[in-house]
Nanobody, 122 residues
Framework: QVQLVESGGGLVQTGGSLRLSCAAS????????IGWFRQTPGKEREFVAA????????AYGDAVEGRFTISKHNAKNTVHLQMTGLAPRDTAGFYC???????????????WGQGTKIAVSK
């Protein structure tokens, strides 16, 4: 019912910035939350940020608090993740997803995008 497409990934130097976008086609009226997660091979998917689909309430993972900002453009069905102060430890595949209810655990998300890769060089 929902397709999510991430864009904006790429290679950036330490201290640089990137803005990711998550564009949704289709709609699941039962989902309330859009989240961003990141994952490296062999690691569990890590919560990055989430935003309420309508009210705009946000939450962030400890590793990115103060550096990343999640926002949404309702008219375009798009969610953004503005990333600043990037470091090599941020290198990962980044995924957006939708969940039924506010969640910080990837297991609670129903719809997932294909991911976009972020690589941060020293």
């Amino acid at each position: 019912q929902v397709q999510l497409v991430e864009s904006g990934g790429g290679l950036v130097q330490t201290g640089g910035s990137l803005r990711l976008s998550c564009a949704a086609s289709g709609r699941d009226s039962s989902t309330t939350t859009i989240g961003w997660f990141r994952q490296t091979p062999g690691k569990e998917r890590e919560f990055v940020a989430a935003i309420d689909k309508t009210g705009g309430l946000t939450a962030y993972g400890d590793a990115v608090e103060g550096r990343f900002t999640i926002s949404k453009h309702n008219a375009k069905n798009t969610v953004h993740l503005q990333m600043t102060g990037l470091a090599p430890r941020d290198t990962a595949g980044f995924y957006c997803a939708e969940a039924y209810g506010p969640r910080r655990n990837h297991r609670g998300y129903e719809w997932w995008g294909q991911g976009t890769k972020i690589a941060v060089s020293k």
